[in-house]
């Protein structure tokens, strides 16, 4: 089949909010996207965490131009100061977007990408590169197929690659071993959906915002059931700044929950364990003994591991990507969100220039842009798919001849000779 590289569509793995948001600007840019979705509906990984309150408001949540689109429909728009949960906005923002007559005619659902390269290029190879076009592998319930795409836009953000308890990065000792009884993430703790942790000594690892959401629903269920124990190991020596943001935060509903967990520790409804660094787990008797610095902590029934989130970069093994080796962000993006430098909120604007990599026409955007940094938020998403459809409508993609730089076997020899 013959093509221009220009005439093919631009592909968006995942349909969250921001690969959603990369369609509607795609298609403002006069480019078609391509959007593949592994699960079965868009937004499948908020769906894993609806029960969360956000602490950011619905103007944050939105992108301007996708609301837009939407108020052309008889879409109810959501009071912009209210706080969503996952759930809320999964319903009433990303599902009416995905379903827009504009956008579902671009979306692939229970669509896996499993592979990205480009077309007779594999990573090593020079000649030509930049002009070949992408070969993106998926997976459907029909089978495998090759699709080929102008630009890469990969959206997949890092819900389904938690990090380990291990203190080290990698599994603690017996860690996937007792897996059963271990939820990474925030879990549903309250409800019907729950894993059932009534009546059950839970553990909670972690010092982020996800770890106080879990302590919040765990000690509303000790309230109703009995027998409960909530404990709570940081990697940290003390809780002492638990109320980490500004009385006039932008992100009220942030502080509320920091305010409210250090309300539960001072009345002694979680027993706190500090310095933790997790290094082995057994299962005794059907509870987990957890070991940290070769110290014991008490059995528990259940640990619920808050300890973030990393990009999965093998799907994109063959593609020449640099990453930041800290935080696993594109380079250019890395010092700007280091955790050790700054918070929510207070990371400078960015767009395609910092989310470049080597390999022309493909970006990292949405929380996966972010790798094991914990600050992101969607509206400095919003900002970076607005930037990288804008340049990728901007690329002239040269079809001349390319040169062949290869250099023969006595330029090779010359070239050592010049190294001496
Ligand atoms: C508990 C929690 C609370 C949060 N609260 C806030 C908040 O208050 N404010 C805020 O701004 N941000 C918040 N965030 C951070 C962030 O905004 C969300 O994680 C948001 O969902 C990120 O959007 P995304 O589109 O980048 O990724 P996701 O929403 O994770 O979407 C990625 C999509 O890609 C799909 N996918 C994955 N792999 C593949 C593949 N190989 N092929 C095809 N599809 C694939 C997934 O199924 C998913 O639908 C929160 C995050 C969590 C976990």
């Known amino acids: 089949m013959s093509y221009t590289i220009e005439n093919l569509p631009v592909a968006v793995i995942g349909a969250g909010p921001i690969g959603l948001s990369a369609a509607v600007n795609l298609l403002d840019a006069g480019l078609t996207p391509i959007v593949f979705e592994s699960g079965d509906c868009a937004g499948a990984n908020l769906a894993r965490w609806g029960h969360v309150r956000m602490f950011s408001p619905w103007s944050y949540n939105m992108d301007p131009k996708a609301v837009s689109l939407l108020k052309e429909t008889d879409w109810a728009e959501p009071a912009p100061s209210e706080f969503p949960t996952g759930n809320e906005l999964l319903k009433r923002y990303v599902l009416p977007l995905a379903s827009h007559q504009n956008i579902a005619p671009h979306l692939h659902l229970n669509t896996r990408v499993e592979n990205i390269s ?8 020079n000649k030509g590169r930049a002009h070949a076009p992408f070969v993106v592998r998926v997976s459907n319930p029909q089978g495998e197929r090759d699709i080929l795409v102008r630009a890469v836009i990969d959206a997949s953000g890092t819900y389904q690659t938690p990090n380990w308890l291990g203190a080290h990065g990698i599994p603690a000792v017996g860690e996937l071993a007792a897996s059963q009884s271990i939820s990474y993430g925030v879990p549903t703790i309250l409800g019907p959906n729950s894993k059932g942790y009534a009546g059950k000594s839970v553990l909670v690892i972690g010092g982020g915002h996800s770890a106080f959401n879990a302590l919040q629903d765990l000690v509303t269920l000790s309230e109703q059931s009995n027998g409960m124990r909530v404990l709570w190991g940081i990697r940290g020596a003390s809780v002492d700044n638990l109320v980490r943001s500004p009385k006039n935060d932008e992100l009220q509903e942030r502080r509320r929950l920091e305010v409210h967990i250090q309300t539960l520790l001072e009345e002694g409804k979680i027993d706190v364990f500090t310095d933790i660094a ?16 070769s110290h014991e902590l008490p059995p528990v029934d259940e640990i619920i591991a808050a300890t973030g989130f990393r990009p999965n970069l093998q799907l994109l093994s063959e593609l020449r990507i640099a990453i930041d080796p800290a935080t696993q ?10 955790p050790n430098f700054h918070t929510c909120g207070s990371v400078p604007e960015h767009g395609a220039e910092e989310l470049s990599h080597p390999e022309t026409g493909f970006y990292i955007v949405g929380i996966k842009s ?51």
């Open 278 to 293: 997790i290094e082995k787990i057994n299962t005794e008797n059907g509870k987990l003994m957890v070991q940290s610095h």
């Open 329 to 338: 962000s594109p380079v250019h993006l890395g010092p700007l969100i280091d």
């Open 370 to 420: 972010y790798g094991r940094a914990p600050t992101f938020l969607l509206r400095t998403g919003y900002k970076q798919v607005a930037s990288v459809t804008s340049t990728l409508a901007n690329q002239v993609i040269d079809e001349e001849p390319v040169e062949d730089n290869t250099l023969s076997c006595d330029e090779l020899a010359a070239n050592r000779c010049c190294a001496k």
């Open 118 to 125: 480009r077309q007779y290029h594999d990573v090593l190879r």
